[in-house]
């Protein structure tokens, strides 16, 4: 599969993982419910199920100690506990300055992302500074099923106006790459910061990049 080249319709960008390093939090945060659950689960398992996911979506898909317990209630305590390792986040490098570069030139941006609101507004304001920048911000409260399903980025190029075929996404995880293709996104890329490029690829990205700060994500805004 070809991205297409131009510049694109809309950017639209994941928040955890590809503005922010902040899967650490989220692997402490699941780390301390595997323990408490008493559930074994290894890195590798959790970077292809559990990864870029809402807690109530995996949760409820992957049979284990939670089954049949009130899954948006330990989803509500997961993300209580990962705002109490909010210290933990790092920018990744460029986002910040890719998201102001594409909002001067017009481009409309949105996020989305399996966080909840709270979270979202934290780090795209007081941690990036960029909420102004950010025209639609699609978060857990606003989809009824998270990624790799496809209604986010649905949603989020409904609200910007947008054919999602003519736009560029951008994510960290191959769930995430996955629900930018079922949604017809027409460029899904992806950054290596928490999935390695073969596994990006194999889950469908047109290409995959280091960091924000790559050239051709610089290019989104010229004649290309």
């Not at 809309?10 to 899967?23: I, N, W, Y």
């Not at 989803?75 to 506990?81: G, K, T, Y």
């Not at 979202?120 to 007081?126: K, M, N």
């Not at 986010?152 to 190029?157: E, H, N, P, T, V």
Request: net charge negative; hydrophobic share 45%; charged share 20%.
């Amino acid at each position: 599969m070809t991205a297409p080249s131009g510049r694109p319709a809309g950017l639209l960008l994941d928040l955890d993982g590809t503005l922010v390093l902040s899967e650490r939090v989220h692997r402490l945060t699941w780390g301390h419910f595997f323990d408490r659950w008493g559930a074994q689960v290894d890195d590798r398992e959790y970077e292809q199920t559990f990864m870029g996911r809402r807690a109530s979506d995996v949760l409820a898909a992957v049979p284990g100690p939670w089954t049949g317990r009130d899954l948006r209630a330990i989803q509500a305590e997961m993300m209580a506990h990962a705002q109490t390792l909010g210290d933990a986040v790092e920018a990744v490098p460029g986002a910040a300055a890719l998201i102001r570069r594409v909002s001067d030139a017009g481009l409309p941006v949105a996020v989305v992302t399996s966080a909840g609101p709270v979270w979202a507004e934290e780090v795209l304001g007081p941690v990036l500074g960029v909420r102004d920048r950010v025209q639609v911000l699609v978060t857990a409260d606003d989809v009824t099923t998270g990624k790799p399903d496809p209604a986010g980025y649905l949603c989020a190029c409904e609200r910007l106006g947008v054919d999602a075929a003519g736009c560029t996404g951008v994510e960290d995880s191959p769930s995430g790459i996955k629900a930018l293709l079922a949604a017809g996104v027409g460029a899904a890329v992806g950054v290596t910061t928490t999935s390695s490029a073969a596994d990006l690829l194999a889950a469908g990205a047109h290409r995959t990049v280091a960091d924000l700060r790559d050239p051709w994500l610089g290019g989104l805004v010229a004649d290309r």
